[in-house]
């Protein structure tokens, strides 16, 4: 018997005292999710809340600084910025939300396909997946933008939508080259199950947990999209009160001194990002492995 080399085993970490358990807080989010939810819950119910009309234009308070009856002051018009941060926050919430829908479709139906398809059409697809994304999504807004003409909620939400969908895709079409061939999907084909059958019963519901965060922050991006096409002045009217276009008057309120006319609108687009951000680094800190386990081989000469 060749002795010149022995396994010893396996050998486990040394045990480790197990405390007390953690509280279910512990770990989690709550910070971010509670300025979310207060966020969400002030738009969607802000006839509760707003103190003034946010379309009226008092002319003897324009430019007013946060105080008590302007509790965020005025804009360059007069209007209480406190009633327009509510109610614009719904139709910048709305374009978000179709935006991303509108892009998950899309991706999901052109993932689903190149994975599907044969090898020289999957490789002709994500060719041209590589010359969209190479393309910087701005300028393409912009031009489709210009094209249509003028800018509307559904307008923007469209433009938006249909140019931010390469990136869910791949992820789609790796997924479906991964699970097309198991036994379900084969089942079902043989039963005689189309391709809109096979992908919404079967695919989809495989492959949603992968891209359910990069759709969540899609509805972030087409926020803030908007509001950059409203910066730029090519968004959505004045007389349509949402956070992009309440930073429309960003130039007017920098001449003025008017810091809250942009600091507070800017704050709301933009917070949702850090909520989001926060939230999905303290996810993969949660799911970093705690323990070890070591091989040991000895090998005597």
């Known amino acids: 018997m060749d002795t010149d080399f022995q396994i010893v085993g396996i050998r486990n970490t040394e045990d480790q005292t197990v405390g007390r358990h953690r509280k279910w807080y512990q770990g989690k989010p709550l910070i971010s999710a509670l300025l979310l939810a207060v966020i969400l819950s002030g738009c969607l119910c802000c006839h509760l809340i707003m103190t003034k009309d946010p379309g009226y234009m008092d002319l003897a308070h324009y430019n007013e600084a946060p105080g008590g009856e302007f509790l965020f002051g005025t804009d360059t018009m007069g209007r209480d910025i406190f009633s327009m941060i509510w109610y614009g926050g719904r139709i910048s919430l709305l374009i978000g939300v179709l935006a991303t829908l509108i892009s998950t479709v899309l991706a999901i139906v052109f993932g689903s396909v190149s994975g599907c398809a044969p090898e020289w059409v999957d490789s002709l697809l994500m ?23 003028k800018a509307s909620i559904f307008s923007i939400s469209f433009i938006i939508g249909i140019t931010s969908w390469p990136s869910i895709a791949k992820v789609v079409r790796t997924e479906v080259k991964q699970i097309r061939n198991s036994g379900y999907v084969i089942a079902a084909r043989c039963m005689g199950g189309s391709f809109r059958h096979v992908l919404w019963k079967h695919l989809t519901p495989n492959f949603a947990s992968s891209i359910m965060f990069m759709v969540v922050m899609n509805i972030r991006s087409a926020i803030i999209a ?7 002045g090519i968004g959505l009217p004045l007389e349509q009160i949402s956070w992009g276009s309440m930073l429309s008057n960003a130039d007017k309120a920098l001449m003025t001194k008017s810091w809250w006319i942009i600091l507070i609108p800017g704050l709301f687009s933009d917070s949702h990002a850090h909520v989001h951000d926060k939230s999905w680094k303290l996810f993969e800190k949660g799911c970093q492995p705690e323990g070890k386990l070591s091989v040991t081989v000895s090998v005597h000469t």
């Open 226 to 232: 908007e509001s950059t096409l409203n910066f730029m």
């Open 127 to 149: 060719r041209f997946t590589e010359i969209f994304l190479s393309i910087p999504n701005l300028l393409l807004v912009i031009l489709l933008q210009a094209v249509l003409g």
